[in-house]
DNA sequence: CTGGTGACAGTTTTT
DNA sequence: CTGTCACCAG
């Protein structure tokens, strides 16, 4: 059967085992999503499945379209009825169809990041609490914390004080989301397992239907995520997990590579299938990667091979300081490319945190050479795409006050935060919702023409203000059902100054105009469904969609990128930068053992992307915050082994022994946990020579001391280097 | 309602 | 050293 002719037999096997659950663990390269398509190509074709059986997730809408694609070139037909998707898109969807078990209706809105923030601060001021202490963004992390445990705001259990607060926010928060119709990312999860768990007759009847469940990334899955898949598969569905423990990275967004280990304690008899054969890298690149990760106490060893041959050493290069580390990387891909290597489009420069790119680019900018930048500011996160999208919104949706708040001034209309809270106050007087007041607000002003006062107690300024912006949202709310998205969303752009007010004249203006003629393009593609379905379907998936500006494939330029948007990616020639001890690994997992076994993912990750040719590059001294610091290595460099670097075996025999043990302590040091030991801890009371008595509120180690932020009673929060502040513990 | 100033924090972010 | 954000004066 041609399906399976271009498998390996490890390949095959996953494929076929067709009964039962099966777990496949996927070194870097071993043609994982071959064999996720593969096999809904064998179900269909081989086996006879309906499409419309199958259930198969991803992790990105990019590789949702992607294994559409290739099914699509593998069958010679699209698979109209296969579910595919990301978790939350499934989950979406299932929600909008059985949003009649639910608080909310079926064109409920979705709220990202941002728009959570803002209900997060909403919700605290609700509540009379003050930002300072309560950081919006940390309560948000506890709530999507909590949600991606299951945990409700009605079940959320308070550890701390502060935690007791965070719980009311959650109440509160969530209060808010209903109100407004909306959902975030996380309920989208969350609310799928509860619905199942509430209506055992719906999620029966999806059990009926997904016969087939594949779950790609399966070590990036959280918990919700999880008991959602073990919920839909149930008794009778074939189960197929594809992951890597060693490539889990984003735990600090709730992703639980556990999730493999309780894959197998959960189905104990599922099929195991390891693929251990690269089609990607060098056995050389595979040695370093297998000899970093072999670090980490929590993962199943694996024996990474490729026929590939040996290839070339990799390269360990020490700059100045970034800028010549930039210069270095800079020069490199000119030498490759000029002696006929590579093509600049083949390489990568990868680092660990964003604020990295700016040297680098700059160093390109100053060659003269064109890179390709992925992703620094989000296309849907930018703030004109915000605009207009909440205007989109508020027409689908009117009683999503994010939205509205969003653009009730933009452009500036003369309705200020005064005038704004009056609304507000009138509104919630009348318990009806802001745009139902703002309505009844101007037919109130059309209905007394004559000038006498409203029943809402505004200036008559504010009032006609608000009534203009109240006609504006009616005109575009009844143009909605005649109209495209494409020329709801042109309506909008004339009729409420949207286009005038960015295009002011500064090429800043301009790039902003062209982000939106961007999102133009991705509403011509609308164009054929009728005007109500196309809006929530736009809506929806533009809520759902990172970044269209993923990057173009077809520049031939070099690309930098974070290590985490690298994954899933290769490229023939990689360069690493910033290796570096607080850099990468990151400051902040010395003093957490697991967050450290993650970095340690992070770098595997980022040398499993190379094909050919790997740099790992660190500098002398960096500067970091203005401050220019001498740095360490990182440890991942010093693991390594010699014989697997470039010149490092001639250049350590050429070390005397004496010295050699002093470059060893010296540069790679960092065997054991972090040098200093915290002395302080949250909630311990301390005095101070001048400050005072206070409580603890955090501490944690930065560089060669302890910093602690302490609340004093008299003199207000102060952050203190344990070395100099000589605080003395009161509580025994 | 703007624009300016000061305080403050400063990983990663497939949804 | 940066960028962001809250707050205040014009």
Redesign the pocket.
């Known amino acids: 059967m041609d399906i399976l002719k271009d498998l390996n037999p490890a390949q095959r096997e996953a494929v076929q085992a067709t009964e039962g659950p099966v777990l496949v663990l996927a070194g870097p390269g071993s043609g994982k999503t071959r064999v996720l398509t593969h096999r809904v190509a064998y179900l269909v074709r081989g086996c006879g499945v309906d499409p419309y059986n199958v259930m198969a997730v991803t992790?990105?809408?990019?590789?949702a379209q992607e294994m559409m694609g290739r099914l699509h070139h593998l069958l010679g037909q699209r698979l109209r009825r296969l579910t595919i998707g990301?978790?939350?898109?499934i989950c979406s969807r299932i929600l909008r169809r059985e949003a009649k078990h639910l608080d909310v209706t079926s064109d409920f809105a979705i709220y990202?990041?941002s728009d959570q923030l803002g209900l997060v601060?909403q919700a605290l001021q609700d509540l009379n609490l003050d930002?300072?202490m309560y950081r919006p963004q940390a309560i948000l992390a506890t709530i999507s914390k909590a949600k991606n445990e299951l945990i409700g705001s009605e079940s959320f259990e308070p550890q701390t004080y502060w935690q007791e607060v965070a719980g009311r926010v959650y109440t509160r928060y969530q209060e808010l989301l209903l109100a407004n119709n909306a959902q975030d990312?996380?309920d989208l999860l969350m609310n799928a397992v509860h619905l199942f768990t509430r209506h055992p007759d719906v999620l029966a009847k999806y059990q009926r239907r997904y016969l087939h469940i594949l779950v790609d990334?399966f070590q990036?899955t959280n918990t919700a995520q999880y008991v959602l898949v073990k919920r839909l598969a149930g008794e009778n569905s074939s189960l197929f997990a594809v992951g890597d423990e060693d490539q889990?990275?984003?735990a600090?967004?709730g992703?639980d590579f556990r999730n493999v280990h309780r894959f197998r304690n959960d189905y104990p008899d599922a099929r195991l299938v390891l693929l251990e054969q690269s089609y990607r890298s060098t056995q050389t690149i595979l040695d370093v990667a297998k000899a970093v990760i072999s670090y980490n106490i929590h993962r199943t060893p694996k024996d990474l091979r490729t026929e590939k041959g040996q290839g070339l050493p990799i390269v360990a290069h020490e700059a100045y300081n970034e800028q010549e580390e930039a210069q270095y990387v800079v020069d490199e891909i000119a030498h490759l490319v000029a002696e006929g290597t590579c093509r600049p489009g083949d390489c990568a420069i990868m680092y660990?945190?964003?604020?990295q790119s700016r040297v680098l680019e700059d160093a390109f900018v100053r060659a003269g050479l064109p890179y390709k930048l992925v992703?620094a500011t989000?296309f849907y996160a930018r703030r004109e795409i915000k605009d207009v999208l909440a205007y989109l919104r508020l027409v689908h949706n009117s009683h999503d006050s994010v939205s509205l708040a969003r653009i009730i001034?933009v452009p500036?209309?003369?309705?200020?935060?005064?005038?704004r809270s009056a609304l507000e106050r009138w509104a919630d007087d009348l318990k009806v919702p802001i745009y139902t007041a703002l309505q009844m607000l101007r037919e109130e002003i059309e209905g007394s023409r004559g000038g006498e006062e409203v029943t809402a107690c505004l200036p008559s300024y504010a009032c006609n203000v608000l009534a203009d912006f109240a006609e504006l949202l009616g005109e575009l709310i009844a143009a909605r059902e005649k109209l495209s998205v494409l020329e709801l969303l042109d309506l909008i752009l004339d009729k409420s100054g949207y286009s005038a007010y960015i295009r002011d004249g500064t090429e800043e203006g301009e790039d902003r105009w062209n982000n939106i003629l961007e999102l133009r393009t991705v509403a011509r593609e609308y164009l054929d469904l009728p005007p109500e379905a196309a809006l929530t379907t736009f809506l929806e998936e533009v809520a759902?969609?990172?970044?269209v500006d993923s990057f173009d494939e077809a520049v031939n330029a070099p690309t930098l990128?974070?290590?985490?948007?690298a994954?899933?990616l290769e490229f023939p020639v990689v360069f690493m930068v910033g290796l570096e001890e607080g850099l990468f690994p990151?400051s902040?997992?010395f003093n957490d053992p697991e967050?450290m076994e993650?970095e340690r993912r992070?770098c595997y990750v980022g040398i499993t992307r190379a094909k050919e040719r790997l740099y790992l590059v660190h500098t002398f001294r960096r500067?970091m915050?203005?401050e220019s610091q001498v740095s360490v290595p990182s440890r991942f460099i010093a693991d390594v082994p010699d014989h697997l670097i470039a010149g490092r075996e001639e250049a350590q025999a050429a070390l005397g022994e004496e010295e050699r043990r002093y470059r060893w302590q010296v540069q790679w040091p960092v065997t054991s946990g972090p040098a200093v030991t915290v002395q302080f801890e949250t909630g311990d009371r301390v005095r101070h020579r001048l400050f005072g008595e206070g409580i603890v509120i955090e501490s944690k180690v930065t560089g060669a001391d302890e910093e602690v932020t302490v609340a004093f009673e008299e003199e207000g929060?102060k952050?203190l280097l344990a070395s100099f502040a000589k605080l003395e513990k009161l509580n025994g």
Do not use: C
Not at 561 to 565: C, K
């Open positions: 992790f990105t809408n990019k590789a990301t978790f939350h898109a990202d990041q601060r930002e300072k990312f996380d990334e990036d889990s990275i984003y600090f967004r992703a660990r945190t964003n604020a992703g989000r001034n500036p209309r003369g309705i200020g935060p005064k005038t759902l969609v990172s970044d990128l974070t290590l985490h948007m994954k899933g990151h902040r997992s967050a993650e992070l500067t915050y203005g929060i952050r």
